[in-house]
């Protein structure tokens, strides 16, 4: 067994080594024992999905490597890019406070919170007027009453009798109005409450769930949010996974390409297409992709991943026909390469 020492360097990150550090004294390092290496891996993923799935061929193998990634306001995919647990997502999974998504929700809460306060000026309205026909109704009981004319008063009742049942209608049905506004806007608010709560929350989440092919559940830590485009790195702490290659081959229009994540709360789907577009801000592809398929990968029929996916972009509904925008896995190189080498 070889023996492993750790300490921490000037800038509190942990070093490790096969001998003492000079001048270093033994209460401040800490050494353990290793059986094979230094480096403790208490997940391995590989063996575990190898163990479930005999896959057939390059893009069903590439399917081990893909995620989701769920956070406090939803979900979306991601892939392992190296054998120790680096995997790629888009930011707006880990960061839902700040995109279409976030912004399409508090659109719909504020219409909704419009929505409620005209509803309540409505209903407000109306026992007014509820209020009104009631003083009416009293003042026309004491003009009933004041009648002594045999002829008159039978006829007075009836129509006091026609009045009131009108009123009583009309008090039913605004008291349930009423109360259904108060039920109804007391779900609201707690709703608009917690979206609230997890928006803050999502703002600085560090950490996410994860969930393999085989409905493995396990946690990553965000490593790092690009500042330039539509993507996030996680690393799962101890841990071996199937990871994909990130291509380097020559894309063209009409290459076959699959696209691989969790669409509309599907685990592991994969739908197929081609490119369509080529440009150094996206590649375009009618391979059908939906909301949840953010940050799954878009691969070659070698199992290479060329792209990660982002939106897709659709007349009027993200489900109508449209096409796919996916960015070339070079970003992911010029943003996280310095993780991945």
Known sequence: MAE??????KDGRWQFTDKPKKGMVSSAAQSYKSTSSSTAVSKNFIELLNSKYRTKNPVENATMAVVTVKSKLGSGSGFFVTEDCYLVTNKHVVRP???KQWDATQAKIERNAIVFERNRQQVALQKERLAINKRKLGEFGDYMDSLSSDRERPLAEREYSLYAQQY???KSRIDEASSRLNVDEKTFKRQQSDFNFSSAVSNVAQSFDIILKDNTKTRARLIKVSSTDDLALLKVKGCKAPYLILGTERLYQGLR???IGS???????LTEGTI??????GI????QILPGNSGGPLITDNGHAVAVNTIKVAKDSALNTGFGVSIPVGRVRENFGSYLR
Not at 4 to 9: A, I, L, M, T, W
Not at 263 to 269: E, S, V
Not at 276 to 281: A, R
């Open 4 to 9: 492993v020492f750790k300490y921490k360097d």
């Open 97 to 99: 406070a700040k995109g």
């Open 168 to 170: 009583q209608q009309d």
């Open 257 to 259: 390409v699959h696209a």
């Open 263 to 269: 669409p509309l709360g599907l685990r592991d789907q």
């Open 276 to 281: 369509t577009h080529i440009s150094p801000q």
């Open 284 to 287: 375009a592809t009618d391979a």
